[in-house]
């Protein structure tokens, strides 16, 4: 994956858990989050559009990697809050959905440096 198309995949995300934070959970667990639950979800889709504006003023694999870390530390604090039966469903669902963005972003900083985000911190490694 590049980094471009991952970068296009987590603005979408973001914008998705900001403007509509019971649509993906409610379809994957059949009931609406409570209110507490929706505000965490916007805080995470927040989170990703800051991620992914860092992305795109400095698109280096060091700031890839790094951004890879974040999303293993939010799949690894998904897994601790899995233990509590309530929050198990909507907790496993962000584990898989942080490994796979922590995947593609080990995977992206591997791309070529050609093959990176254009502007003018693409050229900076």
Same mark, same amino acid.
């Given at each position: 994956? !590049?980094?471009?198309?991952?970068?296009?995949?987590?603005?979408?995300?973001?914008? @998705?858990?900001?403007?509509?934070?019971?649509?993906?959970? !409610?379809?994957?667990? $059949?009931?609406?989050?409570?209110?507490? /639950?929706?505000?965490?979800?916007?805080?995470?889709?927040?989170?990703?559009?800051?991620? =992914?504006?860092?992305?795109? #003023?400095?698109?280096?694999?060091?700031?890839?990697?790094?951004?890879? $870390?974040?999303?293993?530390?939010?799949?690894?604090?998904?897994?601790?809050?899995?233990?509590?039966?309530?929050?198990?469903?909507? =907790?496993?669902? /962000?584990? @898989?959905?942080?490994? $796979?963005?922590? #995947? =593609? $972003?080990?995977?992206? =900083?591997?791309?070529?440096?050609?093959?990176? @985000?254009?502007?003018? #911190?693409?050229?900076?490694?």
């Amino acid at each position: 994956m !590049t980094p471009r198309t991952l970068v296009l995949i987590r603005i979408g995300y973001g914008l @998705l858990q900001l403007s509509a934070p019971d649509l993906v959970p !409610t379809h994957l667990l $059949g009931q609406p989050l409570r209110r507490r /639950e929706q505000t965490v979800v916007r805080l995470l889709g927040a989170r990703h559009l800051l991620q =992914a504006t860092v992305t795109v #003023a400095m698109p280096t694999p060091a700031v890839l990697r790094l951004g890879a $870390g974040v999303d293993a530390a939010h799949a690894a604090s998904m897994i601790i809050a899995a233990v509590d039966r309530r929050r198990r469903r909507p =907790a496993v669902s /962000e584990v @898989l959905c942080a490994s $796979g963005f922590a #995947a =593609a $972003g080990l995977a992206s =900083a591997r791309t070529r440096p050609d093959r990176q @985000l254009s502007g003018p #911190a693409a050229t900076t490694t």
